[in-house]
């Protein structure tokens, strides 16, 4: 990892890793910049968070790895929070569906929490072809690989088992 590259955050809850995020992390990456993922902190699972924190770190291990980003637990989507945990943050990545709300905040607490004077939120459309963790989710409990490789980070069959049997709420 480029240590000199200035931060570039994803926020969200990674229940899975999707194509999507992976246009984020490529997208931070081709601007010269660290994609880092702060994954709001899962102790209580349910229907849209299926999956402990501390389990997906580890099932993204090969992941991060391979795009060489790095994974921060957070308690929330508080920009100030993250600013304290993450300093200099450059840039904040987000699909379409968040870019709103994220301005909101950054328009309103970009200040406190430190970010680089340089900073930008960049949109990434979104389209639910290749990114819905929802319909990723829904794959995974129909057991259908196939709908859950066209939306998976890196579809693999090992992961696909790991996450039907792994916490996944019945």
């Known amino acids: 990892m480029n240590t000199a590259a200035k931060p570039a955050i994803i926020i969200g809850r990674f229940q899975p890793l999707t194509k999507g995020h992976l246009k984020l992390i490529l997208e931070?990456?081709?601007?010269?910049?660290?994609?880092?993922?702060?994954m709001i902190d899962t102790k209580k699972t349910d229907e849209?968070?299926?999956?402990?924190?501390?389990?997906?770190?580890?099932?993204?291990?090969?992941?991060?790895?391979?795009?060489?980003?790095?994974?921060?637990?957070?308690?929330?989507?508080?920009?100030?929070?993250?600013g304290k945990t993450i300093p200099g943050i450059r840039a904040w990545f987000c699909g379409t569906d968040r870019y709103k709300d994220y301005q909101r905040m950054v328009d309103k607490y970009g200040k406190e929490a430190g970010l680089d004077p340089e900073f930008e939120l960049v949109e990434i459309s979104?389209?639910?072809?290749?990114?819905?963790?929802?319909?990723?989710?829904?794959?995974?409990?129909?057991?259908?690989?196939?709908?859950?490789?066209?939306?998976y980070i890196y579809p693999d069959r090992k992961v696909f088992e790991l996450l039907k049997t792994n916490h996944m709420v019945k």
């Open 48 to 82: 849209r968070k299926p999956w402990d924190s501390r389990f997906l770190m580890d099932l993204y291990a090969e992941p991060m790895k391979k795009l060489r980003f790095r994974i921060v637990l957070v308690k929330s989507a508080d920009i100030v929070e993250i």
């Open 126 to 151: 979104r389209s639910d072809e290749d990114i819905s963790a929802t319909k990723c989710r829904e794959a995974i409990t129909k057991d259908d690989f196939a709908t859950f490789s066209k939306l």
């Open 28 to 38: 931070a990456k081709r601007k010269g910049l660290e994609p880092v993922l702060c």
